[in-house]
């Protein structure tokens, strides 16, 4: 048996020019993730991590924390959705910087009818996969692992999209569900699969260990 852990990238810049980039309290984040995992002695026979900056920057904010350095296999698959280009499918105009609780409820709410509409095949935004391509590259991420890892712990760095659907793919979730999963999931938080050579088998979701003492009460987010 070997151990999968996703890990969503820390809190990214929800809102700015460019939302690629952690924030100050995503580094945070990520380096106390890190800390946790070393206070455990936990150490991991692979590391994988979408392409994006706020994976590479995650990730290393978690080995900064473990005070231990690694080479990574970065995983394009691994990438998240575009959600201004989903948001795009259903609102034609850009969205103004959501400055309020209402606001971002209107944000999220545009996204999910978007996700809707996309993973049914009804739209097409600009400049991303299919749906269906999209699962397939999480597949492929979750197939490398079972047939390379077997009996090793790995531990993976990507979005809340590609975390959704791997256990959407691994249980057979409908859309509608997997939707749900992916708008719940929290920065730096753990979701952990048992794999053997054939399957993938969910053993925890959405799991904050790491920010469960009182002086982090504040470092829980979603964005």
């Known amino acids: 048996m070997g151990t999968l852990y996703l890990v969503r ?14 924030s100050d309290l995503g580094r945070r984040q990520s380096v106390r993730l890190g800390e946790y995992f070393a206070g455990r002695e936990m150490r991991f026979d692979a590391l994988v991590a979408g392409t994006l900056r706020r994976h590479k920057q995650t990730l290393a904010g978690i080995l900064e924390g473990m005070n231990h350095a690694g080479e990574h296999l970065s995983w394009d698959g691994l990438n998240e959705y575009d959600s201004e280009a989903v948001i795009a499918t259903v609102h034609p105009h850009k969205l103004e910087k959501p400055t309020t609780p209402e606001m971002y409820r209107h944000h999220f709410r545009l996204l999910r009818d978007g996700l809707a509409r996309w993973m049914a095949g009804d739209a097409a935004p600009v400049g991303m996969p299919s749906y269906q391509e999209f699962v397939a590259g999480v597949a492929g991420a979750l197939d490398h692992v079972k047939a390379n890892h077997y009996g090793q712990s790995v531990l993976m760095v990507t979005s809340g999209g590609p975390i959704a659907t791997a256990v959407g793919h ?33 053993v925890g979701f959405n799991a904050l260990p790491h920010l469960d003492a009182r002086e982090y009460r504040d470092w829980v987010t979603y964005a």
């Open 9 to 22: 990238h820390g809190q990214a810049s929800f809102g700015e020019a460019d939302y690629d980039q952690l």
């Open 170 to 202: 691994v249980l057979g979730t409908a859309p509608e569900t997997t939707i749900d999963l992916n708008l719940r999931i929290r920065n730096t938080s753990i979701t952990e699969f048992a794999f053997t050579p054939k399957r993938h088998m969910l």
